[in-house]
């Protein structure tokens, strides 16, 4: 495989779990809820992925099972930043703690399992296309699922009656209490299927891209999924670019040295972080898209104490 | 209104600098032990401190068997264990936190935990303090000391098997940082295979991550791209790689644990630890104390010239051949005895010799030798 | 903002205000200004019982919560809890041991208080604490032995808040330059500083005499900060004790102090009233930086010695977190900081005593500080 393409093929690979939690959070900042503690939901959601398929046998209840962890954990979060008016950031930070230490907890005796992990599907035709059919369509199901989900998103959000909600929620609440909607109650929706997306992302970490569940095993991509909603909020098929952009980035380290390039491996480390700094001041020089403006509040330390 | 505020913060302001600074004259706590005695003589509490979870199917988790197994073999003995102590000043504290305990034998199963468990074993001459894969320089304490074993031996061994099994002349090999035990690991697997198979490369990815299940998923998935059928790493946690390789028909050697489960299509053999034997005669020595001056009371390395290699081979897959468990076996004796995985000449990636030829070096000169990767090694290292 | 009053108010007694001649008849009440200000004290004292009484609720609720979870665990509740507290109130070696842990964190919680003041969300934490670690490192080794210890010693902490202040600039440049929130860049900016640190520990500044591990070279004994008598409590404490006093002071009583909370109170407003926003956010995370910065310095120079991978791991988050259970009030952030640090001494007892994972501890403080943040402290307005 030439090097680009083995690379754009890592940066789906990699990108997909960063890009279910993405789309997630980003569904949640539309409605104005910032969730730091999607890394936790991807936590849960790669635990509860890999324990019920090794569970069950079969990885698709276990992907049910990660999206109904991570929407359980994000319904903390959702409660205290709603209904208890805590600090967004501040819950997000603890809801991640809390996480971290659950999973730990419970997660000890999956280590060892071995599970029916999610094995990759050659789409018939469209995998022998030259480059994109090795980059696109020789993925595992829930990549596909992924294509699918994006564009499915977009309508949700652009062109649906709920998506008008979520979007309001986050821009012009007061539109929708003039019109007797419930902003609260569309916030919560909103965090917990982003929550529920985070653990859908969490669970092909551990049942298709990894293959394994150890604690701690996010290591920040949770984060990263966080960042690139932040950039990317306006549009799904953006959060997709920045998540196929932050999944190259990584797989851009291992591609190098397996080629004896001589670049120093911490450098290679911090490029995805550097490469988002970048694209970020560039998108913010042209001034396009600020974040909706319930989430600005939270950016200005507004939004409480 | 604002004196009042002002009044309130300053009770409160006074309060917090009163905590701290009783706190800053507190007393501070001396050993209850005797400078004179050997340390850890009589004990009845053992501490272990691991540097990651007790299950990780890998590193830690052969450290928390071996002291697990220190439990059934001195029945009175209290063992204590802490993991995911990180390989900072943490450590000294949760190490302290066991001496108060009671424990008089403390076993730093980590790297990077060396100066923590030095300043443990200062402060407590009656604590005997271990720890586990670094080396002191300069003068040993009368109660400290460092133990390992010989991993490049059947690293080397394995490199052969790998070096026959392979196809493509092309090895992989996963790695976290560039710390000598996996340098010198890297060399003898490469070393091994070429002794079989002088055309066979070894091809290097560094995660700079113990356990990063993606970065390692990563690393193999480049790795096999490029033509990799034999895949071998040096990290905490083993399964991902192992599982990885084994799903795409790439054969596997294992580190650390016994993995051949988790790799039934491909496995082809490994190293694994044994600690329990040595544990135990390390615990036999401090109880009837005689630590110091002890072959313990040292950097304690022990290798399969000097006896028995706490880090053993992992059992051989189906595709291993007669021939060559054979001629493993032959070189197992020969390394043994009179030769050396390192046995000169060995050359340097960059063209330099590492070891002229007809020499044997011993354990000591291939720890200081092992700072560069050897010709057929593709990757790069740190100049220092 | 705190506007809860003293609670030292030297008590005029009920009998001086409704007549003292102990007959129960009360006289006819006096001046109205003296009973409008005495039932406003009682509606102050009735407030600050309900806030303790609202912590104390949310204290036992997270007693029982976690109490809940460990026993699905396996693990007997009351045994833990004794063994936990004993392990932080009965072990002689605790209170040294939070002092220690302490004092990096409350610096770290002040790093993320100075800019909440103004508005600015600093989760940079840990890799200012990196960079003022490095920095002070990297002054050492340019140093050596040129200058007597304490001066290079002194040299060693400026360096450290000067590293970790510049380190903060960036984000909040980047803020003002490419309007990009700088909750975003210092998180990010975070992994780059551990990569960055890596890098010289595991190569440019890598001991060559400490076998092989990355750390740098230790700090000659001229250049580490003194132990205070013959314990373990080291002159940062003491620094850091003053430090938190001069932040006190500075944001309390100087008029950039002032102009800090009008500019965090309503940036747009501030801009408009003639203030230099830009400016005044520039310098609120220059001196958060620069406290995250210090307390990288004082961990180099009086507990460390030496920079390894795992410096600090962890302090920068949890200084967030310690910053906002303060909210933002530089001695309420320090008893929040000297709180957490105990738990994360507990968390040993969890481990040791009571056999649970070593993750358990997050486990209780992520509850106790749910509770805290959830169920005290004033409603804020919708």
Known sequence: ?????????????????????????????????????????????????????????NPWVGLAGAALGGALLSSVHGFFVLWRKTNQLATGLVVLFLALGLTSLFGVNY????????????????SKIPVIGEVLFQQ?????????????????????????????????????????????????????????????GGGVLSTAYTNAWFENMVQGRGFVAVAVAVFAARSPFKVMAGAYLFGGAFALSPLLQVRGVGINQFALDALPYVLV????????????????????AVFEGGASE | MRQRRHARVGVVATLTAAVMAVLATAIPVTSAGAATETC???????????????????????????????????????????????ENDDATRVMESMVSKGAKIIFATSYGHLDPALKVAAKHPDVCVVQQGNFIKGNVPDNAGTYFGTVYEPVYLAGI????????????????????????????????????????????????????????????????????????????????????????????????????????????????????????????????????????????????????????????????????????????????????????????????TMFPAGDIPDYAAIEAANTQFVQGVVGDLPKS | MSTSTTVTETSVGAGDAVGSDGSGAPTPAPEPDVSVEESARAKQLKRIGIGLGRTLLAVL?????????????????????????????????????IALRATPLVLAGLAVAVPARAGLVNVGGE?????????????????????????????????????????????????????????????????????????????????PNASGQPTSRPLPTSQQLPVLGNGRIHLGVLLTVVVLAIVALVLKRTSWGFALRVVGGNAEAARRAGMRVGPLLISAMFVGGALAGLAGAIQLAGVEYKLRPLFLFGFGYVGFLASWLGRHQPWRVAAAAILLSALVIGGDSLQIDSGLPAATVNVLMAILLLAVFGFTGKKRAA
């Not at chain 1, 700094?277 to 319930?294: F, H, M």
């Not at chain 3, 900016?189 to 595991?202: P, S």
């Open chain 1, 277 to 296: 700094i970048v694209v970020l001041t560039v998108i913010g020089r042209r001034g396009t898209s600020p974040a909706p403006e319930g989430l600005q």
């Open chain 2, 40 to 86: 850890g003589k009589g004990a009845d509490t053992v501490g272990f401190i691991f540097v990651g979870p007790k299950n990780d199917y890998g590193y830690n988790q052969a450290a928390y068997d071996g002291a697990m197994a220190l439990k059934k073999k001195f029945p009175k003995l209290k063992v204590l264990t802490a993991e995911n102590v990180p």
């Open chain 1, 1 to 57: 495989m030439s090097f680009s393409t083995e690379l754009m093929t890592g940066a789906v690979l990699g990108g997909t779990p960063i890009l279910y939690a993405a789309l997630g959070e980003s569904i949640s900042e539309r409605a104005g809820v910032i969730n730091l503690g999607t890394e936790g939901s991807m936590l849960v959601g790669a635990l509860a992925g890999y324990a019920i398929t090794a569970e069950s046998g």
């Open chain 3, 127 to 207: 890799g200012q604490l990196l960079i003022g670690g490095v920095a002070g490192a990297g002054m050492a080794l340019a140093v050596g032995e040129a200058l007597p210890g304490e001066v290079t010693l002194v040299l060693i902490l400026v360096a450290g808040a000067l590293g970790g202040a510049l380190w903060a600039a960036l984000s909040v440049g980047l803020r003002l330059f490419a309007g990009i929130s700088e909750s975003v860049t210092t998180l990010l900016l975070n992994y780059v500083a551990l990569d960055l640190m890596l890098f010289l520990v595991f190569d440019p500044w890598k001991d």
């Open chain 2, 161 to 352: 098997a790998a070096g026959k099994a392979t196809k493509s002349n092309k090895l992989g090999y996963v790695y976290a940082l560039p710390i000598p035990q996996t340098i010198a690991n890297i060399n003898a697997f490469a070393l091994g295979a070429q002794s079989v198979n002088p055309d066979a490369k070894v091809y290097t990815v560094a995660t700079s991550a113990w356990c990063d299940p993606s970065k390692q998923a990563d690393a193999a998935n480049s790795l096999i791209s490029q033509g990799v059928d034999v895949i071998t790493q040096h990290q905490d946690c083993t399964s991902t790689i192992t599982k990885i390789a084994n799903d795409k028909g790439v054969g596997v050697v294992g580190y650390h644990a016994d993995a051949s489960a988790l790799a039934p299509k491909t496995w082809i053999t490994g190293s694994q630890w044994e600690w329990a034997p040595l544990y135990g005669d390390i615990v036999k020595t401090i109880l009837a104390g005689k630590f110091t001056g002890s072959e313990y009371n040292d950097n304690y390395r022990v290798g399969y010239k000097t006896g028995s290699n706490p880090f053993v081979q992992s059992p051989y897959g189906k595709s291993v051949t007669a021939d060559t468990k054979a001629l493993i076996a032959d070189k197992l004796k020969e390394i043994s005895t009179t030769g050396s995985p390192f046995a000169g000449p060995v050359k340097t990636q960059s063209g330099g």
């Open chain 1, 111 to 126: 280590v060892q399992s071995t599970i029916n992990s999610f094995q990759t599907i050659d789409v018939p035709l469209l």
């Open chain 1, 140 to 200: 595992t199901a829930p990549v596909y699922v992924s294509y699918a989900l994006v564009p499915l998103l977009w309508l949700f959000l652009f062109r649906s009656r709920p998506g008008l909600y979520v979007r309001a929620a986050g821009e012009r609440a007061q539109v929708l209490t003039s019109y007797g909607r419930p902003v609260r109650l569309v916030q919560m929706l909103a965090v917990i299927g982003g929550g529920a997306l985070a653990g859908i």
């Open chain 3, 61 to 97: 609720g997270t007693i029982v919560v976690f109490a809940i979870v460990i026993a699905i665990k396996g693990a007997n509740p009351v045994d833990t809890y004794r063994a936990l507290f004993n392990s932080i109130f009965h072990n002689s070696n605790a209170a040294t041991d």
